[in-house]
């Protein structure tokens, strides 16, 4: 089992408690001690913290989406496993921009086939399907969805004066450190004739 994966268990298990107990309880709190009791030197341990955290700080816009997108099932009615492995699966395809839909989709199915019933993998599969299929639709794409080629095509053809916010930082950085004149440095910049390709 990844450690990732062994975090979304981990986080799985305390929206289940929270949820069992009707919110009333601290989901953080029960977090720490599933990790302790389970993980004690876990390194993924910020990453299933802030699953917790982001579900239940972004509950009502999940619980909405699940609504839209299993219809025939009112949230009440939806098994309490069921409901947090799609509250879990729901906050890192909309809120979570660094997991790949895909990984978020097939992550969740697994959460569902080892914790729920013997459907549970097919009707999570077929809910975060049509929400991601949504997103799509409404031109929503992660970067981490993308192919690794593409976003490599695209930095390459950013234009040399677009270097992102952190490289023009750096550079800044090294010439303060260096206490040097930044106007006696030059830097040679060639730019492509027309017609040439890089």
Request: proline residues 5%; without cysteine; charged residues 25%.
């Amino acid at each position: 089992m990844s450690s990732r994966h062994l975090a979304r268990a981990l986080a799985l298990q305390s929206l289940y408690e929270w949820d069992f107990y009707g919110g009333s309880k601290d989901p953080l709190v029960m977090m720490e001690r599933n990790l302790t009791d389970v993980a004690p030197e876990f390194d993924e341990r910020d990453f299933g913290i802030s699953i917790v955290e982001g579900v239940v700080k972004n509950q009502s816009i999940i619980d909405a989406s699940i609504t839209k997108f299993a219809p025939d099932w009112p949230l009440p009615k939806i098994t309490a496993v069921d409901r947090n492995v799609l509250r879990l699966g729901v906050y890192e395809l909309l809120f979570n921009f660094d997991i790949p839909s895909k990984v978020a989709i097939n992550e969740a199915i697994e959460l569902a086939k080892t914790f729920g019933g013997e459907s549970s993998g097919k009707f999570v599969n077929g809910v975060l399907g049509a929400v991601y299929r949504d997103q799509v639709a409404q031109g929503i794409n992660k970067e981490s969805d993308k192919p690794k080629e593409e976003k490599a095509a695209e930095k390459a053809a950013r234009p040399l004066g677009s270097a992102s916010a952190e490289s023009s930082s750096m550079k800044t950085e090294s010439l303060e450190v260096t206490n040097e004149n930044p106007f006696q440095k030059t830097e040679q910049i060639v730019e492509p004739v027309a017609g040439e390709q890089e």
